[in-house]
């Protein structure tokens, strides 16, 4: 049998840690190995307990989950670990932090508990879990202020196409919506996605829509 996914829960709201738990534990492939209520205890707990996936909340006190997460998963972490952030819609602007600081993805606090459960699965994958519609108001509406000067699309060193998938990414089409605009299969847009991940030197989607924003790709 395949090991269930080990999962951390962070969150200043011993009401939701519990539901979360109860949630989690419910299912076969999943199980919480710990839970804490603020940030400093989830990056001692993680480096203890070793999870595949920490379900993070963003403002917690001690440590934030922003801070958590740039020491469990940020750039220079050793072995980092998977972050899933949990907010509610009007932080918006902390959950782009949260994605700078490493996240692999996030969902709103009041998502449905299948949501969850599939959102911990496909970051417990190495896959990102960004939801299109939140990408467009999310990572657009702070575009502006993150984009640094340097960095135009002639010296990324990727090619056109790869440049047209990447906008696209940024734009939070998915593989498959990618393909019918391209008019190309599946699979050539997975084989482009990992060469735009590897070229780029990026772990995930969410990366990539954080580095077309910043390099000015999308407007």
Known sequence: MTAPIRVLVCDDQALIRTGFTTIIDAQPDLEVVGECGDGRAAVDLAGRLHPDVVVMDVRMPVLDGIGATRLLAGAGV??????????????????????????????????????????????????ALLAPEVTRQLVGRYAARIRPAEGTPDDVGLTPR?????????????NGEIAATLVISHETVKTYVSRILTKLDLRDRVQAVVYAYRAGLVT
């Not at 972050?83 to 932090?97: C, G, H, K, M, S």
């Not at 990447?166 to 998915?174: C, F, M, P, Y």
Request: proline content about 3%.
């Open 78 to 127: 050793a072995r980092p670990v998977k972050v899933l952030v949990v907010t509610t819609f009007n932080l918006d602007e902390y959950v782009y932090e949260a994605l700078r600081a490493g996240a692999s993805g996030f969902l709103l606090k009041d998502a449905p508990a299948a949501q969850l459960l599939h959102g911990i699965r496909t970051v417990a994958t190495g896959a």
């Open 162 to 174: 790869e440049l047209e998938v990447l906008r696209l990414i940024a734009d939070g089409l998915s």
